[in-house]
């Protein structure tokens, strides 16, 4: 069964950083891409960042978070961070993590097959 | 970068009710579209996948469709536990781009 566990949101002052992780199980996670997807209050969902599997740690960002925040992923223990500097209040969100359906060695981009609960992240001063 | 224009943003129905949500690319996505439903405090769940392909074990009430860029996703008969928000997402560019959601409400 595909399990993905997010943590580390919590509440952070502007101008903070804070790492967040998601644990992955139940799949050959060094073969998927790896996203971040957020939902601010109120609001619809929006993709943050992603992390290619079989293309070597290839790295995408939205335009607003780039240069902000950085994505990376832990092979050996099935691990992706999102490392987020800079935090702004409209950062403040749930962020979930999600799986691409298949292997990127054929395409790079495909929908999410499974997601997590979220994290929240809440900045505010 | 593409622009996904979703409607309704709110649909009030009943159980039994058949129910369409409308999502339109702002250029081709050569059917690289997901729709997903999300209720609060849950994972989101992948209901359709490259337009109209039902993901494994969701019910075969729900169906998506697709002409030129308007896609399509329709519930043909509201059960109680369908009341939730749905969204488009268009994966043919690194953006992944999502609509702006549907919540679809008890009438």
């Known amino acids: 069964e595909v399990q993905l566990l997010e943590s580390g949101g919590t509440l952070v002052h502007p101008g903070g950083s804070l790492r967040l992780s998601c644990a992955a199980s139940?799949?050959?996670?060094?073969?998927?891409?790896m996203s971040w997807v957020r939902q601010a209050p109120g609001k619809g969902l929006e993709w943050v960042s992603s992390?290619?599997?079989?293309?070597?740690?290839?790295?995408y960002y939205a335009d607003f978070v780039r240069g902000r925040f950085t994505i990376s992923r832990d092979n050996s223990r099935n691990i992706v961070y999102l490392q987020m500097n800079d935090l702004r209040v409209d950062d403040t969100a749930v962020y979930f993590c999600?799986?691409?359906?298949?292997?990127?060695?054929?395409?790079?981009?495909?929908?999410?097959?499974?997601w997590g609960r979220g994290t929240l992240v809440s900045v505010s001063s | 970068d593409i622009q996904m224009t979703q409607s309704p943003s709110t649909l009030s129905a009943s159980v039994g009710d058949r129910v369409t949500i409308t999502c339109r690319a702002s250029?081709?996505?050569?059917?690289?579209l997901a729709w997903y439903q999300h209720k609060p405090g849950a994972a989101p769940k992948l209901l359709i996948y490259?337009?109209?392909i039902l993901q494994t074990g969701v019910p075969s009430r729900f169906s998506g469709s697709e002409s030129g860029a308007e896609f399509r996703l329709t519930i043909s008969s509201l059960q109680p536990d369908d009341f939730a928000t749905y969204y488009c997402?268009?994966?043919?560019?690194?953006?992944?781009?999502f609509g702006q959601g549907t919540k679809l409400e008890i009438k």
């Open positions: 999600a799986k691409d359906q298949y292997n990127d060695a054929v395409r790079r981009v495909w929908n999410f097959d499974f």
């Open positions: 139940g799949f050959n996670f060094n073969n998927f891409a």
């Open positions: 992390i290619s599997g079989f293309a070597a740690g290839s790295t």
């Open positions: 250029q081709s996505i050569s059917g690289w």
């Open positions: 490259k337009a109209s």
């Open positions: 997402q268009e994966y043919s560019s690194e953006s992944r781009t």
